[in-house]
């Protein structure tokens, strides 16, 4: 059994993570947890915290899901997953959906990329899954289908289980589709 952390970089409440942590629950294979940010961390991929303790609290998603959220950065979530804030080890970290894509030189600055960067650093497969959502779209991104398109991915690379044991990380970027 596959045990997933779904975490990303615009907060526990964004509308992108609770499409992803819904997609991955129907087709996972395994547990589904949640450890996110308690706010937006959008660009700030560099970002470590060392200074202070991190604070991990329970809080529920939209649609009344389980989650626990942190204080600290997207990488930090997934630092604390890893040494114990949940009640079981993690073996894939899935980060996202993030609202653009993230390609180029600037895949750094994205905690999205960052916090599968953090499951790789800790040994274990990272996935960064975001949308190229249109520039100035007006209203709400429909988050549906990149996640169970994502979902979907993430089961069938999952499926070689040599994968398992390298520490890859995956930047998945999906065109905008309603």
Not at 32 to 57: Q, Y
Not at 70 to 91: F, K, Q, R, T, Y
Not at 157 to 172: C, G, V, Y
Request: net charge negative; with cysteine; hydrophobic share 45%.
């Amino acid at each position: 059994m596959t045990r997933y952390l779904v975490t990303n970089d615009d907060g526990v409440n964004a509308p992108g993570l609770l499409a992803l942590t819904q997609a991955l629950r129907e087709l996972a294979d395994g547990e589904v947890s949640v450890l996110a940010p308690d706010r937006n961390w959008s660009a700030c991929g560099h970002v470590k915290t060392l200074s202070r303790p991190l604070r991990v609290r329970e809080v529920k998603l939209a649609d009344g899901t389980q989650a626990f959220s942190c204080d600290g950065a997207p990488s930090d979530c997934v630092a604390v997953a890893i040494m114990g804030a949940l009640e079981h080890e993690i073996d894939v970290v899935v980060s996202g959906i993030n609202p653009n894509a993230n390609i180029g030189l600037d895949v750094t600055y994205s905690g999205t990329v960052t916090a599968a960067m953090e499951a790789s650093i800790n040994g274990k497969v990272g996935f960064a899954v975001s949308v190229d959502a249109p520039e100035f779209f007006n209203g709400e991104l429909n988050f549906s289908p990149a996640a169970k398109a994502a979902a979907q991915l993430i089961q069938n690379l999952l499926a070689d289980k040599s994968l398992m044991e390298k520490q890859t990380i995956w930047n998945i970027n999906f065109p905008y589709r309603e």
